[in-house]
């Protein structure tokens, strides 16, 4: 009987732990008329937003006005500066393709792909946190090389070369959720265009918004 009560103990904690890092973060993911990727990664417990581009750098963030889901905005709709964090950044003892990168927000560390790996993934992030970024690479389809391929448990999906020209490129799936596309089936205008997002992942969130 002690024995059970230790097992489902054990089972109890392993569940509250793998509940507690699902919902350390979330993803925003931009739809665009004719796009969608991740444009940013908010952890819940810092609450801090950093923003990315869609192949995996940093943005120097709260700059131009990202606003996803979590931004605190000011009346001209851009994120107030008061709501920057603290940031700190690599410097000259650093190697040289880390100088100028941001190193930490708010506490938290950011660790990028460096001069030992592969040329196509040099000076993208490869963790902030404890979660950790990879990506398509040398061995992998050319328009896929270098695209972001999971965040954290997260995998990302992509049309590639047996898809339609008008396709390629595009992200296809986050986690659970599909993005489907207009195709040359539905007419040229409409042709590349985002038909509908569908599905849905728990650290996921997505709104449909122009840049």
């Keep these: 009987m002690l ?3 230790t097992i489902l103990t054990l089972l109890l904690s392993a569940l509250s732990f793998s509940s507690f890092a699902q919902d350390d973060f979330k993803l925003n993911l931009r739809v665009t008329d004719r796009n969608a990727y991740v444009s940013s990664i908010h952890f819940n417990s810092r609450n801090l937003t ?5 192949r995996g750098h940093v943005l120097q963030a709260y700059e131009g006005g990202f606003n996803d889901y979590y931004d605190t905005l000011n009346d001209e709709g851009k994120v107030n500066v008061d709501s920057l964090p603290e940031t700190k950044y690599y410097d000259r003892f650093d190697s040289a393709e880390l ?40 061995f992998d389809y050319d328009e896929l090389r270098g695209k972001i391929k999971s965040i954290g448990a997260i995998n990302l999906s ?23 596309y207009y195709d040359r ?18 650290n996921v969130i997505w709104r449909n918004r122009d840049l």
């Design 3 to 5: 024995f059970k009560r």
């Design 50 to 54: 950093v923003y990315l581009d869609p």
């Design 99 to 138: 100088q100028g990168k941001i190193k930490s927000m708010a506490g938290l560390s950011i660790t990028y792909y460096d001069r030992f790996d592969y040329k196509e993934l040099q000076g993208k992030i490869k963790s902030i946190g404890n979660v950790n970024f990879t990506y398509y690479d040398r």
């Design 158 to 180: 992509y049309h590639n070369r047996f898809d339609y020209d008008e396709l390629k490129g595009k992200l296809k799936q986050i986690g659970n959720t599909k993005i489907a």
């Design 185 to 202: 089936f539905d007419g040229g205008f409409e042709k590349g265009r985002v038909k509908i997002v569908s599905g849905g992942t728990v």
